[in-house]
């Protein structure tokens, strides 16, 4: 008797929320699969248990009263968290397939997701994956992103979040630079360097050099006569002999890895915990979206601790 009582309960509360949300029983019983004298007769139940009046009526219209307007909101949570146990269990039955939009910084895109994929699409044959590389920062949910990672702290409440492997930045610079100009053995000995500077495409701010000094982090803003705003591009014009500059290991592994640049005061690298998986509280239980940030985390944990 209990269980039917807290099930009649369920029923006139979703039976409510449907009605408020929706502008009529009829629409609510639609929704529901049920006659309209049904969202009716449970709503009228749920106002006796209540002891309240939830919906003012006439022949046109229906609208909640104050009580119901206060207790539509909750009711309208109760409603959120059904439909989510049903999607969570539907979802856990199915196999991951379907489009699935990935937002990813540059760098990150480029050195670590893109490689990642073909090995993601064997996994997972029916999923088919959409790239999006920006330093730009998207409105997830605008846009319609199912997976995005991003360097950097954010603070966007409608997502979820987890972090992955921390990376290490350290200076490089090419060989022939060094030979020609010598090696700094602290990061004071850089003012007498060429050095080549990163400004974020997000912001136009410069980025500000870390180096780690004893106990305690330290930045550094050098007057660099090169300046560009994409880490690759760095890359690139450090291998070509510009200078010293700062990048992020796993960005520079591929040129370290061919002999065309090598670290320059490693001693005082330091590692960051910034990059973090962003997806939407409404994609949490999709199939593709879980395979994804599962693999993602292998393949962090997999890259970030190869690189020299």
């Known amino acids: 008797m209990k269980e039917r009582i807290a099930l009649e309960r369920l029923t006139g509360l979703i039976a409510f ?14 929704s529901m699969a049920v006659s309209p004298s049904a969202v009716s007769k449970s709503i009228q139940r749920l106002e006796r248990r209540l002891g309240v009046s939830l919906f003012t009526r006439t022949t046109r219209s229906l609208s909640l009263t104050p009580e119901g307007r206060e207790l539509h909101e909750r009711a309208l949570r109760l ?3 059904a439909e989510a146990i049903e999607q969570a269990a539907t979802a856990s039955r199915l196999e991951p397939s379907g489009t699935l939009r ?5 760098p990150i895109g480029i050195h670590v997701i893109a490689p990642a994929l073909p090995a993601f ?27 995005a990672v991003r360097i950097g702290d954010l603070a966007d409440t409608r997502l979820l979040s987890r972090k992955l492997a921390p990376h ?20 004071d000995e850089l003012e007498g360097h060429e050095t080549v500077s990163l ?12 180096f780690r000094i004893g106990e305690r982090t330290v930045e550094i803003l050098p007057h660099s006569r090169l300046v560009v705003d994409a880490s690759d591009a760095l890359v690139e014009t450090l291998a070509a002999g510009g200078g010293i500059g700062i990048a992020a290991t796993f960005v520079a592994a591929p040129r370290v890895a061919r002999g065309e640049l090598v670290p320059v005061l490693s001693e005082f690298a330091v590692e960051r915990h910034n990059i973090t998986a ?8 999709n199939p593709a979206v879980r395979a994804f940030i599962t693999q993602l985390r292998e393949v962090f944990d997999e890259r970030m601790g190869a690189v020299p």
């Open 17 to 30: 929320a449907r009605a408020g949300s929706l502008g009529s029983y009829a629409a609510a019983a639609r």
């Open 79 to 81: 409603l959120e968290d």
């Open 102 to 106: 990935v937002a990813a910084s540059l």
């Open 121 to 147: 699409r064997e996994l997972y044959p029916e999923v088919s994956v959409d790239l999006r590389l920006s330093d730009q920062f998207l409105d997830m949910i605008e846009q319609g992103i199912d997976v």
């Open 168 to 187: 290490r930045l350290c200076a490089f610079a090419s060989p022939a630079y060094l030979a020609a100009r010598g090696i700094p053995r602290h990061p």
């Open 199 to 210: 400004r974020y495409q997000s912001s136009g701010q410069a980025f500000r050099w870390p």
């Open 278 to 285: 962003l997806w939407p509280e409404s994609r949490k239980a």
